[in-house]
């Protein structure tokens, strides 16, 4: 005799109990111009599909993965 498992609960769409779904990630290219909440203005210098991007930030160069939360693309 197998287990059954309960009935998936369908909430309503005004629901703040609705599952949250994944704003999609923003899709960055070599020198594109961004802006980071902490480390400021900087240039993209190279991409990692999906996984992360490298920003050079004056004096610094900073890997920034995703989701690129703080990162804005100017």
Do not use: C, N, W
Not at 33 to 58: C, N, T, W
């Amino acid at each position: 005799m197998t287990a059954s498992r309960p009935a998936r609960r369908r909430h309503l769409p005004t629901s703040p109990f609705k599952q949250q779904t994944a704003a999609p990630v923003e899709d960055y290219a070599v020198d594109d111009r961004v802006s980071h909440d902490k480390y400021g203005l900087g240039r993209v210098i190279a991409v990692e599909e999906g996984v992360a991007v490298i920003v050079d930030f004056s004096p610094t160069k900073r890997r920034i993965t995703v989701p690129y939360e703080k990162l804005v693309k100017l």
